[in-house]
């Protein structure tokens, strides 16, 4: 049965993954954003165009560092939660055994 629950949850577990990556680079970006708030920065680089730049500059850096990096977030939250999807396919298995047999009894 815990083999069919993997099998089952593995389209649960991928989203799941991809959601705690996201999660990570979420983390990064706020990080990164905090860090370059720390910097001073001269008057005439500091435009509404250059704010957008450091924006996009640090949300494309926060992805690449989540995707390529490994700074444990998303392996904890994917550790974490897959438990609980692999539980749910489990207990949804054993359900449908019992409603199973009771079709063929009644």
């Known amino acids: 049965m815990a083999v069919q629950a993997a099998q089952r949850a593995t389209p649960k577990l991928q989203k799941l993954r991809e959601a705690a990556k996201g999660i990570e680079a979420i983390f990064v970006k706020e990080l990164v954003s905090q860090m370059r708030k720390s910097v001073h920065h001269v008057a005439i680089g500091q435009s509404m165009g250059a704010k957008m730049y450091d924006e996009m500059f640090d949300q494309a850096l926060a992805e690449s560092a989540a995707r390529k990096s490994n700074?444990?977030?998303?392996?904890?939250?994917?550790?974490?939660?897959?438990?609980?999807?692999?539980?749910?396919?489990?207990?949804?298995?054993?359900?449908?055994?019992?409603?199973a047999r009771i079709d063929i009894k009644g």
């Open 71 to 99: 700074f444990g977030i998303a392996e904890v939250l994917t550790k974490q939660f897959s438990k609980e999807v692999l539980s749910q396919e489990i207990t949804r298995l054993e359900r449908e055994a019992r409603t």
